[in-house]
């Protein structure tokens, strides 16, 4: 079975760095790109980029260019998305996704979710 | 403000069929294909619809995609309760290099 599990949520301060995580099993990891997406309170959902497992290559939103870093460990099966400095805009629910076996366009496996808090 | 747009809710009875809607640009829906992807707060999103009109395993033929030019929707037949959850439409978008996202809709069933 295809899971990818984020790790919990959690509560920051404006200016402090953060890394969450995904990891992925029952497939092979380093075969099927992983994006992240944002979900602000009460908005709808935004592509922020991806990572190659198998090289770690990146691509990103031109949005979310140089606000967060995307990264990935292939030999634990985990993907990354971090911040250096964090600003209460950061505050969302973030998933990690797969792209699709049948179409590398869709999203065919989502994570449950990271909430990330920033209040002062 | 979403690339796609998408009715921010619809609705209908037990049995019914609703359509929901999803526009887009040249750069996105109109050269690329659109999935679906349906959405109950505090849960995983799921895809529901690949490649405009495609199901994925598992997925009740309940479900059906289209698209046509610039737009597309997302039909379903024989409303449940369990049906009743956010929707959202997106297509890769060249401009973007990845994919874009419609607001989403939120379905009551009555």
């Known amino acids: 079975e295809v899971q990818l599990v984020q790790s919990g949520a959690e509560v920051k301060k404006p200016g402090e760095s953060l890394r969450i995580s995904c990891k992925g099993s029952g497939y092979s990891f380093t075969n099927y790109y992983i994006s992240w997406v944002r979900q602000m309170p009460g908005k709808g959902l935004e592509w922020m980029g991806r990572i190659d497992p198998s090289d770690s290559y990146t691509s990103y939103s031109p949005s979310f260019q140089g606000h967060v870093t995307i990264s990935a460990d292939k030999s634990i099966s985990t993907a990354y998305l971090q911040w250096s400095s964090l600003k209460a805009s950061d505050t969302a629910m973030y998933f990690c996704a797969r792209h699709g076996s049948s179409s590398w366009y869709s999203l065919d496996f989502w994570g449950q979710g990271t909430l990330v808090t920033v209040s002062s | 403000q979403s690339v796609l747009t998408q009715p921010p809710s619809a609705s209908g009875a037990p049995g019914q069929r609703v359509t929901i809607s999803c526009s887009g640009s040249s750069s996105n829906i109109e050269s690329n294909t659109v999935n679906w992807y349906q959405h109950l707060p505090g849960t995983a999103p799921k895809l529901l619809i690949y490649?405009?009109?495609q199901r994925p395993s598992g997925v009740p033929d309940r479900f059906s995609g289209s698209k046509s030019g610039t737009s597309a929707s997302l039909a379903i037949s024989g409303l449940q309760s369990d049906d009743e959850a956010d929707y959202y439409c997106a297509a890769w978008d060249d401009s973007v290099n990845g994919p874009v996202f419609g607001g989403g809709t939120k379905l009551t069933v009555l």
């Open positions: 490649s405009n009109n």
